[in-house]
């Protein structure tokens, strides 16, 4: 396999950045993340692949630590897995920065030359594609900010302006009160409100179509109502829109009302939601802890599949909670928690334990805030984020 060294740093410089390593060019080198269509999916597999070679080109523990291989091992882990500046990680081995470019330099040249030796095998058949866009939406990524949802639904009418005369339909739109700002991503928002008025047009059994935005206690919401025929469904009508909703965890609801009035509402927070990140490598338990959160605007949930990226997902996200499992493959979840207080970054962020292990006293002595052994309720899992803020 011809994998360069520019490849390899390019991809180790971006680990981190889900969207760019995806993209990165080592990404398609490497038949089995290159037959992975999903994005999210085939950067989370040369983030792995990648994690693992650089464990493997750890010295044997005979070896001096401060042997060309062994500096070499260092400088390449502190400088992508840890986050860490050439400056500062010279400074720690104690030697000079020339010095610590030059170990680099040979490491991710060791590593290149590692990718390329290694006998990877030919991509498995591709097996029938699912829906292209549901596919896409399930790793949307989010970039949140306040969001003037005035001005957005403001935007998004106009857009859908063309498409409306072209139908021979009109709006009645309403905007209730100028301090609509909510928390979201303002791309994602602009698209889903243009999905969800052309929707309403397309779908509109008579010429009149009715949106308005406004706002309910800590809730920003955009509502659309429209007549439609009798063989239409609501599912079928905002299919697109609902994706693209549920896809952000964003609060949607479908309804028929009296004389066959179709209404859609879109939620979203007004205030600012606390990041939770979860360090769990079992899917399905990050979907129920997701499914539980689903009830409140309060919280957004962040993922670490992988432990070992753990503590530099901790020190970028600044999260007000973390959930932690133990029995993880790749790294114990015990050394991610011992790893999480030893670092002044993470020192003081609330960690929850959930595991299937019933070792609080272990957990407690290691500096867990709290511990719930699997399976946790929601009633179990909501109350200990809460009496962790308190």
Same mark, same amino acid.
């Given at each position: 396999?011809?994998?360069?060294t520019?490849?390899?740093?390019?991809?180790?410089?971006?680990?981190?950045n889900?969207?760019?390593?995806?993209r990165?060019?080592?990404?398609?080198?490497i038949p089995e &993340?290159?037959? #992975? $269509? *999903?994005p999210p999916?085939?950067?989370q597999?040369?983030r792995?692949?990648l +994690?693992d /070679?650089?464990e493997?080109l750890?010295?044997?523990?005979?070896r001096p630590a401060?042997?060309?291989?062994?500096?070499?091992y260092?400088v390449?882990?502190?400088?992508f897995?840890?986050?860490?500046? &050439?400056?500062e #990680? $010279? *400074?720690?081995?104690h030697v000079?920065?020339r010095?610590a470019?030059?170990? +680099?330099d /040979?490491?991710?040249e060791?590593?290149a030359?590692?990718?390329?030796s290694y006998?990877?095998?030919?991509?498995?058949?591709?097996?029938?594609?699912?829906?292209p866009?549901?596919?896409?939406l399930?790793?949307?990524?989010?970039?949140?900010t306040?969001v003037?949802?005035?001005e957005?639904?403001r935007?998004?009418?106009?857009l859908?302006?063309?498409?409306?005369q072209?139908?021979g339909?009109?709006?009645r739109a309403e905007v209730?009160?100028?301090?609509?700002?909510?928390?979201a991503?303002?791309?994602?928002?602009s698209?889903?409100?243009v999905q969800?008025?052309?929707a309403?047009?397309?779908?509109?059994?008579?010429?009149?179509?009715?949106a308005?935005a406004?706002?309910?206690?800590?809730?920003v919401?955009v509502?659309v109502?429209?007549?439609i025929?009798?063989?239409?469904?609501?599912?079928?009508?905002?299919?697109q829109a609902?994706?693209l909703?549920?896809?952000?965890?964003?609060?949607?609801?479908?309804e028929i009302l009296a004389g066959g009035?179709?209404q859609?509402t879109?939620?979203?927070?007004?205030?600012e939601r606390r990041?939770?990140?979860?360090?769990e490598?079992?899917?399905e338990?990050?979907?129920?802890y997701?499914r539980?959160l689903s009830?409140?605007d309060?919280?957004?949930?962040?993922?670490a599949p992988?432990?070992?990226?753990s503590?530099?997902?901790a020190?970028r996200?600044?999260p007000?909670a973390?959930?932690l499992?133990?029995?993880?493959a790749?790294?114990?979840?015990?050394?991610?928690?011992q790893?999480?207080?030893?670092?002044?970054?993470?020192?003081?962020v609330?960690?929850i334990v959930c595991?299937?292990?019933?070792?609080?006293?272990?957990?407690a002595?290691?500096?867990?805030?709290?511990?719930?052994k699997?399976?946790?309720?929601?009633?179990?899992?909501?109350?200990?984020?809460?009496?962790?803020?308190?």
């Amino acid at each position: 396999m011809q994998v360069s060294t520019e490849e390899v740093k390019e991809a180790l410089e971006c680990l981190y950045n889900s969207a760019a390593l995806a993209r990165a060019r080592l990404a398609t080198r490497i038949p089995e &993340v290159s037959a #992975i $269509a *999903d994005p999210p999916t085939r950067a989370q597999r040369l983030r792995s692949i990648l +994690l693992d /070679a650089i464990e493997l080109l750890e010295p044997a523990p005979a070896r001096p630590a401060n042997s060309p291989a062994g500096r070499s091992y260092e400088v390449l882990y502190r400088r992508f897995i840890e986050g860490l500046s &050439v400056a500062e #990680i $010279a *400074d720690e081995l104690h030697v000079s920065r020339r010095q610590a470019y030059r170990d +680099l330099d /040979a490491a991710v040249e060791g590593l290149a030359e590692f990718l390329r030796s290694y006998p990877w095998q030919p991509p498995p058949e591709k097996e029938p594609s699912e829906d292209p866009l549901l596919r896409e939406l399930q790793h949307v990524p989010s970039r949140l900010t306040e969001v003037n949802v005035a001005e957005s639904f403001r935007l998004a009418m106009e857009l859908v302006k063309p498409l409306a005369q072209k139908q021979g339909k009109s709006i009645r739109a309403e905007v209730r009160g100028e301090q609509l700002v909510a928390t979201a991503d303002s791309s994602l928002l602009s698209q889903l409100l243009v999905q969800m008025l052309g929707a309403a047009i397309r779908s509109a059994a008579s010429s009149q179509v009715t949106a308005t935005a406004d706002r309910e206690q800590e809730t920003v919401r955009v509502t659309v109502q429209l007549p439609i025929h009798g063989s239409l469904s609501a599912e079928a009508v905002f299919a697109q829109a609902r994706a693209l909703a549920e896809a952000q965890h964003l609060g949607w609801r479908e309804e028929i009302l009296a004389g066959g009035q179709l209404q859609a509402t879109l939620s979203l927070p007004s205030r600012e939601r606390r990041v939770l990140l979860v360090i769990e490598d079992n899917p399905e338990a990050v979907e129920l802890y997701r499914r539980y959160l689903s009830a409140s605007d309060e919280w957004q949930l962040m993922e670490a599949p992988d432990p070992r990226i753990s503590l530099e997902l901790a020190r970028r996200l600044r999260p007000a909670a973390i959930v932690l499992d133990i029995l993880m493959a790749r790294e114990s979840g015990w050394k991610v928690l011992q790893t999480l207080r030893l670092h002044p970054d993470t020192a003081r962020v609330p960690i929850i334990v959930c595991s299937v292990f019933d070792d609080q006293d272990l957990g407690a002595a290691l500096g867990a805030t709290a511990y719930l052994k699997k399976p946790v309720s929601q009633l179990q899992f909501l109350g200990a984020l809460q009496r962790c803020l308190r």
